[in-house]
């Protein structure tokens, strides 16, 4: 068995897969191009950033595991591994207080111009007027959106600073709010209005695809400091831009639209000459600890797919099945009872859409289950439950 690592990771990673036994292919500066001509010889693919593309997966015969070395995995054709039978993981909550402290990061230097205090003395420049301008974090309301373990870590943060949180998520609730100490808001748009500084903290999915809106953009107060370290397209980065150029907000963001797939070299891109805004080169989850934390989850979940075939944080996964006929066949622990019973649902074409066999004390007995696309004949049942030596016993039970 092949890994290809198709992105950075550190050398303590590298040496703990080939440790497995496998052999490791480590090419970091790989592209999407590069990968969309396929990866014919691995059976694994780590990525962080690098996007798996419908080609790569339907040009790699041999891949069965795709790991985002990270959280989101929007990079990822995960559509297409599906088709395939490819498994999807990631590693979640490993980056969180990284990009965390990015977030907070961002709004100091938003409050205090740092980046522009730098640039300002490189070039031979001192305005010590201007910068002393800063009115500070302390009483702030910062408005959180997205309180999942990032946006959690923020506020944490937040209020070590002494600002006052407000927060909205799909799953926060006024409960959960009052146990953090921070206020509990109904919408998106109560967020913007109640905040001085809002930090964006939502994963990618069809609902949240553009949610910080044009519209929100026009609710936010005169001086709003805007912060997204989440992902581009969660914003509207046209009214973002409007409301920069005339000084209404200033804002900070770790993603953006058209962000170069190269690890490094020049580039262009719109916002490079837009005022009030400072870029960071998408870095929140890039600290030497959370990709440390990060490494460890990836040579877990190779590990134990090597030993045991699971997967360890198996993102696509179905939650359910709509078959409504499940089958439990109680039998001797011996070689061809599951055969048998399969056969006889294939012969009037029944589909088993899950299966799960587990073994008694003694390995004697076992139970399956398995769970049916329509209902088997009162024969095929007679069938399974007269394979003698083989079946104890076999129920048929239609599910709600």
């Given at each position: 068995?092949?890994?290809?690592?198709?992105?950075?990771?550190?050398?303590?990673?590298?040496?703990?897969?080939?440790?497995?036994?496998?052999?490791?292919?480590?090419?970091?500066?790989?592209?999407?191009?590069?990968?969309?001509?396929?990866?014919?010889?691995?059976?694994?693919?780590?990525?962080?950033?690098?996007?798996?593309?419908?080609?790569?997966?339907?040009?790699?015969?041999?891949?069965s595991?795709?790991?985002?070395?990270?959280?989101?995995?929007n990079?990822?054709?995960?559509?297409?591994?599906?088709?395939?039978?490819?498994?999807?993981?990631n590693?979640?909550?490993?980056?969180?207080?990284?990009?965390?402290e990015l977030?907070m990061g961002?709004?100091?230097?938003?409050?205090?111009?740092?980046?522009?205090?730098?640039?300002d003395?490189?070039?031979?420049?001192?305005?010590?007027?201007l910068?002393?301008?800063s009115?500070?974090l302390?009483g702030?309301?910062?408005?959180?959106?997205?309180?999942?373990?990032?946006?959690?870590?923020?506020?944490?943060?937040?209020?070590?600073?002494?600002?006052?949180?407000?927060a909205?998520s799909?799953?926060?609730t006024?409960?959960?709010a009052?146990?953090?100490?921070?206020?509990?808001?109904?919408?998106?748009?109560?967020?913007?209005?109640?905040?001085?500084?809002?930090?964006?903290?939502l994963?990618?999915?069809?609902?949240?695809?553009?949610?910080?809106?044009?519209?929100?953009?026009?609710s936010m107060?005169e001086?709003?400091?805007?912060v997204?370290?989440?992902?581009?397209e969660?914003?509207?980065?046209?009214?973002?831009?409007?409301?920069?150029?005339?000084?209404?907000?200033?804002?900070?963001?770790?993603?953006?639209?058209?962000?170069?797939?190269?690890?490094?070299?020049?580039?262009e891109?719109?916002?490079?000459?837009?005022?009030?805004?400072?870029?960071?080169?998408?870095?929140?989850?890039s600290t030497?600890?959370?990709?440390n934390a990060?490494?460890?989850?990836?040579?877990?979940?190779?590990?134990?797919?090597l030993?045991?075939?699971?997967?360890?944080?198996?993102?696509?996964?179905?939650?359910?099945?709509?078959?409504?006929?499940?089958l439990?066949?109680?039998?001797?622990?011996k070689p061809?009872?599951?055969?048998?019973?399969?056969?006889?649902?294939?012969s009037?074409?029944?589909?088993?859409?899950?299966?799960?066999?587990v073994?008694?004390?003694?390995?004697?007995?076992?139970?399956?289950?398995?769970?049916?696309?329509?209902?088997?004949?009162?024969?095929?049942?007679?069938?399974?439950r007269?394979?003698e030596?083989?079946v104890?016993?076999?129920?048929?039970?239609q599910?709600?």
């Open positions: 068995m092949k890994v290809l690592i198709a992105d950075k990771m550190p050398d303590s990673c590298l040496d703990n897969i080939r440790d497995l036994g496998i052999e490791l292919e480590f090419n970091p500066k790989m592209t999407e191009e590069d990968l969309g001509k396929g990866i014919p010889d691995h059976s694994i693919l780590v990525v962080r950033s690098t996007v798996v593309s419908h080609s790569c997966i339907e040009k790699s015969p041999k891949l595991l795709i790991i985002r070395a990270g959280a989101g995995v990079n990822i054709d995960v559509k297409a591994a599906n088709e395939s039978g490819i498994y999807v993981a590693c979640p909550g490993k980056n969180s207080v990284a990009v965390a977030a961002l709004i100091l230097a938003i409050d205090r111009s740092i980046p522009d205090n730098v640039a003395f490189r070039n031979g420049k001192w305005n010590k007027a910068y002393s301008k009115d500070g302390l702030k309301k910062l408005g959180i959106i997205g309180m999942g373990q990032i946006g959690t870590e923020v506020a944490v943060r937040a209020r070590a600073f002494g600002m006052d949180v407000c909205w799909r799953s926060l006024p409960g959960r009052e146990e953090m100490e921070i206020d509990y808001m109904a919408s998106p748009l109560d967020v913007v209005t109640a905040s001085d500084i809002i930090s964006v903290h994963a990618l999915k069809p609902e949240t695809r553009g949610i910080i809106s044009a519209g929100l953009f026009e107060k001086g709003t400091m805007f997204n370290t989440a992902r581009a969660v914003v509207d980065e046209d009214a973002m831009i409007e409301h920069l150029r005339s000084g209404k907000i200033r804002a900070a963001v770790d993603v953006f639209k058209g962000e170069p797939e190269q690890k490094e070299g020049a580039f891109n719109r916002l490079r000459d837009v005022p009030n805004l400072y870029v960071t080169h998408h870095i929140g989850a030497m600890q959370a990709q990060v490494a460890d989850t990836v040579v877990d979940i190779i590990s134990t797919f030993k045991t075939g699971k997967v360890i944080n198996w993102l696509n996964r179905s939650e359910s099945t709509a078959a409504p006929w499940q439990i066949v109680r039998h001797y622990d061809g009872v599951i055969a048998g019973i399969m056969n006889e649902l294939k009037i074409e029944i589909n088993a859409e899950e299966l799960e066999n073994i008694f004390e003694g390995q004697i007995t076992a139970c399956c289950s398995i769970r049916l696309s329509d209902k088997p004949t009162d024969q095929i049942m007679e069938n399974i007269g394979m030596g083989m104890i016993s076999a129920t048929l039970l599910l709600q």
